[in-house]
């Protein structure tokens, strides 16, 4: 665990980050899967908290630095997409992050 706590601070992502990547890490899959189930903790953390009614459903777009942070903790098969531009866009920014209290 203590690599992805090294890995959140050189990017200068928050610490709580740090065992969602432990987490997927243990899953046995390839790591696209791992990176989508990162994200998927992560936005279990967000949901209803930030740019989100109860209702909403949210679609989050991920600050650079934690997008690149999760790549280099699981480097292959990596797709870069296009951010998605509709009406239930919410754009996360690091202060968001650093914000977040976990429950």
Not at 34 to 41: A, M
Not at 63 to 81: G, H, S, T, W
Request: net charge positive; proline share 5%.
């Amino acid at each position: 665990m203590d690599t992805y706590i090294d890995l959140c601070q050189s990017f200068g992502v928050p610490l709580w980050v740090g065992p969602l990547l432990h987490a997927a890490s243990r899953l046995k899959k390839t790591d696209r899967i791992k990176r989508r189930k990162v994200y998927r903790l992560i936005q279990r953390q967000l949901l209803n908290r930030i740019g989100c009614s109860s209702r909403d459903k949210c679609t989050y777009v991920y600050p650079a630095e934690l997008k690149e942070m999760v790549r280099a903790a699981f480097p292959n098969d990596i797709c870069d997409y296009e951010d998605p531009c509709h009406e239930n866009v919410v754009a996360i920014t690091m202060d968001d992050l650093k914000r977040m209290k976990l429950s």
